[in-house]
């Protein structure tokens, strides 16, 4: 009556390296890390700029934004990686 469902087992695959896909991965990773980290340093310009901050809590309003923008930046690229270089992509 209720449809059972299980979980499909978890199998170690091996990763596939090949040059078109390593270059689709820098590509896409330079694209959106890009468009992340322009977009930050944008935003704390022009937040900065509104706020007329001097230079300490410029900084720590930079490092505040830029941060986090960073580690997803790094995040960005490790999921890029991952769907590249899976063998059913």
Do not use: C, H, N
């Not at 509104?50 to 930079?62: D, G, K, R, V, Y």
Request: hydrophobic residues 60%; without cysteine; charged residues 10%.
């Amino acid at each position: 009556m209720f449809l059972q469902t299980t979980p499909a087992p978890i199998i170690a695959r091996k990763r596939i390296y090949t040059l078109t896909g390593m270059i689709s991965f820098v590509s896409a990773t330079i694209l959106i890390d890009t468009l992340i980290l322009s977009t930050a340093a944008i935003l704390v310009w022009a937040i900065g700029s509104i706020l007329m901050l001097s230079i300490a809590p410029f900084l720590t309003f930079a490092t505040i934004i830029l941060v986090p923008a960073f580690i997803l930046a790094v995040k960005v690229g490790m999921m890029v990686f991952d769907v590249e270089t899976t063998p059913e992509s």
